[in-house]
């Protein structure tokens, strides 16, 4: 696909004909929970942009809710920005502005725009009116400025209870705009907030306090998705009424839609609290600490966010896409090595006891500069159980009772005997091997059609691998059913098994291509020294065709 940025052609136009001097750009999350992807995709655009057009971006944090704030999240959206590979120009909180919104408030009230109102939430709600019939006007609405410059005085003195009253805007109740109905500027919480404390107990809301922090920071360029198209005329009315000096300008694109992937923080947050999942950062998230552990690389997710572009209508991007990223930026860089999943005992009868050789294996057969690696080979060996069947279907070439394969950088080997247990179950295999056969040593007596790993048994490092399916799928989604009824049960394989021994002490976040497997990642929270977890980051193959139009 070809991406279009329809922004990026905006702020372009603006610089070319001086409309703005300096483009002017922010990240604006609220610190309630971890990014998720699609926050990946907003920060993107907002840092690249400045970047190329030589302006800046600020970090700004819209702390306006303290019931769900914490400075938990507010460090971690600092560290998966960085992360991504982004700086920004300045750290900035909406809470920083709190005592400016209070005076444009209070020149509100004075301009007859804003008024205190004592009507419950719910109240609010039912006399809002609907997309065809006009709301009802508030009966406090008509109160003088005198009395609701008093009454907004003594809501920030804490006089009043939760939801007692609010400060409304005086717009229309008849707009064909439902936002346009006196919407609530300022609502009451007596609560601690997480960096001004108990000084306020009353709080912008965001419809407020987001286009006033722009017109602060001189930001040029808003950018939001197309669910605050709405909001749009109401953040002009906000910053015009307020007469604020700068006058930013909001533009709205589509949000990141992905194919098998919960987007909504409320949901995820209910995955957390719910136990569904190990937190915020368990790999089956798309949050981006998840993602991180898992073992998605910033520079895939911004060639990611790159190539799908910016568009003004919503669409669902395929996951694969997103899979092909990660295979194309990790196909160069991550060693190639071995590891055995699900692991069968064979036993080479015919090779010396006691004896291990040295074989020489290439680290990336794609990338020479990685140069090789020694594994040692014995009479033992571990393979996959998948790699044998006792009575296979026409067209197997892997290993069963008299057949032939090629270990990987090893010999032939054959099937001579299959050794069970009192149920049934194959635990061992006898074969033996060619000696003629050694890789690279030129052998063309005869060919065959398989090729498996192994790992050599008596250094083997026991490893666990933990294979991820999305949590909930497209189908269970769109089924109707309440969301947590929707989990994916298989969403979550663990498996225990062997990797080659080099790979004893590999560090958190090593990444690794295993043999037909696909690209794993070391756990960084669940590994332990000599043992370490491995998380499947993708397969090694994919259906995906990234030059095809995406829906």
């Given at each position: 696909?070809?991406?279009?940025?329809?922004?990026?052609?905006?702020?372009?136009?603006?610089?070319?004909?001086?409309a703005?001097?300096?483009?002017?750009?922010?990240?604006?999350?609220?610190?309630?929970?971890?990014?998720?992807?699609?926050h990946?995709?907003?920060?993107?655009?907002?840092?690249?942009?400045?970047?190329?057009?030589?302006?800046?971006?600020?970090?700004?944090?819209?702390?306006?809710?303290?019931?769900?704030?914490?400075?938990?999240?507010?460090?971690?959206?600092?560290?998966?920005?960085?992360?991504?590979?982004?700086?920004?120009?300045?750290?900035?909180?909406?809470?920083?502005?709190?005592?400016?919104?209070?005076?444009?408030?209070?020149?509100?009230?004075?301009?007859?725009?804003?008024?205190?109102?004592?009507?419950?939430?719910?109240?609010?709600?039912?006399?809002?009116?609907?997309?065809?019939?006009?709301?009802?006007?508030?009966?406090?609405?008509?109160?003088?400025?005198?009395?609701?410059?008093?009454?907004?005085?003594?809501?920030?003195?804490g006089?009043?209870?939760?939801?007692?009253?609010?400060?409304?805007?005086?717009?229309?109740?008849?707009?064909?705009?439902?936002?346009?109905?006196?919407?609530?500027?300022?609502?009451?919480?007596?609560?601690?907030?997480?960096?001004?404390g108990?000084?306020?107990?009353?709080?912008?809301?965001?419809?407020?306090?987001?286009?006033?922090?722009?017109?602060?920071?001189?930001?040029?360029?808003?950018?939001?998705?197309?669910?605050?198209?709405?909001?749009?005329?109401l953040?002009?009315?906000?910053?015009?009424?307020?007469?604020?000096e700068?006058?930013?300008?909001?533009?709205?694109?589509?949000?990141?839609n992905?194919?098998?992937?919960?987007?909504?923080?409320?949901?995820?947050?209910?995955?957390?609290?719910?136990?569904?999942?190990?937190?915020?950062?368990?790999?089956?998230?798309?949050?981006?600490?998840?993602?991180?552990r898992?073992?998605?690389?910033?520079?895939?997710?911004?060639?990611?966010?790159?190539?799908?572009?910016?568009?003004?209508s919503?669409?669902?991007?395929?996951?694969?896409?997103?899979?092909?990223?990660?295979?194309e930026?990790?196909?160069?860089?991550?060693?190639?090595?071995?590891?055995?999943?699900?692991?069968?005992?064979?036993?080479?009868?015919?090779?010396?006891?006691?004896?291990?050789?040295?074989?020489?294996?290439?680290?990336?057969a794609?990338?020479?500069?990685?140069?090789?690696?020694?594994?040692?080979?014995?009479?033992?060996?571990?393979?996959?159980?998948?790699?044998?069947m006792?009575?296979?279907?026409?067209?197997?070439?892997?290993?069963?009772?008299?057949?032939?394969?090629?270990?990987?950088?090893?010999?032939?080997?054959?099937?001579?005997?299959?050794?069970?247990?009192?149920?049934?179950?194959?635990?061992?295999?006898?074969?033996?091997?060619?000696?003629?056969?050694?890789?690279?040593?030129?052998f063309?007596?005869?060919?065959?059609?398989?090729?498996?790993?192994?790992?050599?048994?008596s250094?083997?490092?026991?490893?666990?691998?933990?294979?991820?399916?999305?949590?909930?799928?497209?189908?269970?989604?769109?089924?109707?059913?309440?969301?947590?009824?929707?989990?994916n049960?298989n969403?979550?394989?663990?498996?225990?098994?062997?990797?080659?021994?080099?790979?004893?002490?590999?560090?958190?976040?090593?990444?690794?291509?295993?043999?037909?497997?696909?690209?794993?990642?070391v756990?960084?929270?669940?590994?332990?020294?000599?043992?370490?977890?491995?998380?499947?980051?993708?397969?090694?193959?994919?259906?995906?065709?990234?030059?095809?139009?995406?829906?």
């Amino acid at each position: 696909m070809s991406s279009s940025n329809f922004i990026k052609q905006i702020v372009a136009e603006d610089v070319r004909t001086g409309a703005v001097r300096e483009v002017v750009t922010r990240f604006p999350p609220e610190p309630n929970g971890y990014l998720h992807i699609g926050h990946a995709k907003s920060i993107c655009l907002n840092f690249e942009l400045a970047d190329e057009f030589r302006g800046r971006t600020n970090l700004r944090f819209d702390d306006t809710n303290p019931v769900k704030e914490d400075t938990e999240f507010v460090e971690a959206i600092k560290d998966d920005v960085r992360w991504l590979g982004f700086e920004w120009d300045e750290l900035r909180f909406a809470s920083d502005y709190f005592e400016e919104m209070y005076a444009r408030a209070q020149l509100l009230i004075r301009k007859g725009k804003a008024y205190v109102c004592d009507l419950t939430a719910d109240q609010i709600r039912e006399m809002r009116g609907t997309l065809t019939e006009p709301g009802q006007e508030s009966p406090y609405r008509n109160r003088s400025v005198e009395e609701n410059l008093d009454l907004f005085a003594r809501m920030r003195a804490g006089e009043f209870k939760d939801g007692e009253k609010v400060l409304r805007a005086k717009i229309d109740m008849a707009s064909p705009n439902i936002n346009m109905r006196d919407p609530v500027l300022y609502r009451i919480a007596h609560a601690h907030h997480h960096r001004t404390g108990d000084s306020w107990c009353i709080y912008p809301m965001y419809d407020f306090a987001h286009p006033l922090s722009d017109a602060i920071e001189g930001v040029t360029h808003s950018i939001c998705t197309l669910e605050f198209e709405d909001h749009r005329p109401l953040y002009d009315w906000v910053i015009a009424e307020c007469e604020m000096e700068a006058t930013p300008r909001q533009y709205e694109f589509a949000r990141l839609n992905l194919t098998n992937t919960v987007m909504s923080k409320r949901l995820l947050k209910a995955l957390v609290e719910e136990g569904v999942v190990e937190g915020w950062d368990d790999p089956r998230m798309p949050t981006i600490r998840g993602m991180r552990r898992r073992g998605y690389t910033a520079e895939a997710l911004r060639a990611f966010c790159r190539e799908i572009g910016v568009a003004k209508s919503n669409s669902v991007v395929d996951e694969r896409m997103l899979e092909h990223f990660i295979r194309e930026d990790l196909k160069l860089k991550a060693p190639r090595t071995m590891a055995v999943l699900r692991p069968l005992k064979v036993v080479i009868t015919n090779y010396p006891e006691g004896q291990v050789e040295m074989l020489e294996a290439e680290n990336n057969a794609e990338n020479e500069e990685m140069g090789v690696r020694q594994i040692p080979f014995s009479r033992e060996i571990y393979i996959e159980q998948d790699d044998f069947m006792e009575n296979p279907p026409s067209k197997y070439f892997r290993l069963f009772p008299g057949n032939e394969v090629r270990l990987k950088h090893a010999y032939f080997i054959k099937c001579e005997e299959v050794v069970k247990d009192e149920a049934g179950n194959v635990v061992e295999l006898r074969c033996t091997y060619d000696p003629e056969t050694k890789s690279g040593s030129g052998f063309t007596g005869r060919k065959v059609k398989g090729t498996i790993h192994w790992v050599e048994a008596s250094q083997a490092v026991p490893a666990e691998f933990r294979l991820f399916e999305p949590l909930i799928t497209d189908e269970a989604a769109e089924s109707g059913k309440p969301f947590l009824e929707c989990i994916n049960p298989n969403s979550l394989a663990v498996l225990q098994g062997y990797v080659e021994p080099g790979m004893r002490d590999a560090q958190g976040n090593d990444k690794f291509q295993f043999f037909r497997h696909g690209y794993f990642n070391v756990d960084p929270v669940l590994s332990q020294e000599g043992r370490p977890v491995f998380n499947r980051i993708v397969s090694l193959k994919s259906s995906f065709d990234p030059g095809k139009p995406q829906k």
